[in-house]
């Protein structure tokens, strides 16, 4: 599994509507959220649903599997963290339950990523107690904590 | 009637500078205050609306200061590039209620010599969804590879009929003596140029230049004693697309709503507009312009950009500057779009004059367009 090392990249600033997310992805586990009244699923999280205007909340576990929807090979980036990461691969994936997350695409070789590709999340431990919640092939996951 | 009618473009500028290490982003919008003000021959005492975009958070009183101004009417709109084409509508929209008569539209940037990374840096921090995105190393223009790359698998589009957006544009450059790249470039040149974002190419993306320019905008009763023609400002909308909760499909655009909307504004169809500006950050923003705009259906961009159809004396032309891709870009260039339009509606652009131009549109695209972009179309034409 590639482990991009990233020293200086910027890290998520978690805040309180989106805690619950980064605390699930530092356990291994992907969710996204879902209205507590109107069921509506919604990615990135944030305490109001922007349907029905409800505060209820709840959280829906994600399996982990989708497929690659688009992504770019980056091979320029001058912030920091990232000049001397090129090439890596950008990408949305649409996860099973529907909605479309941006991430990068790890363990495998730039070139060989497609738009359709079978992938699942890997969580990668950057330190700092979060974990990144990246992609690779399907079945190339040994160890779904920073292998 | 929409009120647009109430005003008129009285006066456009463009700086012709490209590289300007020995003058400040103020500097830039005075000068081009100077040039539109005496274009459209009224007096800097005259402005009684300020409208400006890409300055610091409270920038436009500081602009106002510098320029000794004490405007009744002010907008700092900011959503990217496509700023002063929405700007224009406001103005015009302020006037037709009575704010103000004579509004100044300015825009100065150093971006070149202050060797800021417009499309290949890092994105601004502060925003929730960027915790979701910044880790990740998203930059500007990855945002528009991922919609190239996205449009290439629905739709069959080729790098091939991409470059030829760059190509047709280089070729109007070379007719524009103010533009930066003026030589020819063929569609093997863009296609063996590197790749930054695949499947975009060095020469796929827009110029990172200095620049600047102004509108002047004015009422009805101003527009009588103005030095050149006024333009009429047949319709305008605005747009945005974002993320929307993670189900946005990538191809469709802000454009699909802002430019049936500005269109219907103006009475007018695709068919009877006589040329095109189209914010070309990257050849892809075009494409998906053309498409959603509703010039050809989704997914057709590829074959319509072909045969020499958006070129001088072919039936849509486009970007008769030479647009973003080859004549300037200082990070918004929403402004030039309105500025060629302009020009051409008053048939001044010699070489690159589109004939018989009546009606042009302009469109802006601001930001990130697989993340979140705006769209702001204007419909502009004789009066």
Redesign the interface.
Known sequence: MSNPSRPG???????E??KGFWEACERGELY?QQCGDCE?????P?ALC?DCLSSRITWKRCSGSGTV??????????????RG?VP?V???VE?AE???????IVGCAADSVR??MAVEVHFED?GHGVS?P?FAPLGSVADSKGA | MSGLEDAGIAGVFEHPTRWAPDKTQFQIHAESARGALDDAGLSIRDVDGLLSSGLSPIGLMYLAEHLNLHPRFHDSTNIGGSSFVAQVLHAAAAIAVGLCEVALITYGSKASSDRFAVGTGGLSGGDPADQFEAPFGPTVMNSYAMVAQRHMHEFGTTPEQLAEVAVTMRRHAHRNPLAKFRDPITVDDVLASRVVSSPLHLLDCCLITDGGGAVVVASKERLRDTRNPPIGILGGSEALRHTALGKRDLTEIAAAQSGPAAMKMAGVGCADIDMCMIYDSFTITVLATLENLGFCARGEGGAFVGDGRIGLGGELPINTDGGGLSSNHPGMRGIFLVIEAVRQLRGECGGRQVEDCEVALCHGTGGMLGLRHSGATLILGRS
Not at chain 1, 9 to 15: A, S
Not at chain 1, 40 to 44: A, P
Not at chain 1, 98 to 104: A, F, I, P, Q, V
């Open positions: 990249g910027p890290l998520p600033r978690i805040d509507e989106s996204v509506l699923l919604r990615h990135y944030r922007p929807y688009t992504f770019t090979v980056v091979y320029q980036n001058q912030a920091p963290g990232f990461r890596y950008l990408a949305y996860l529907g909605l479309r997350m941006l991430t990068n738009i359709g950057v990144l990246m």
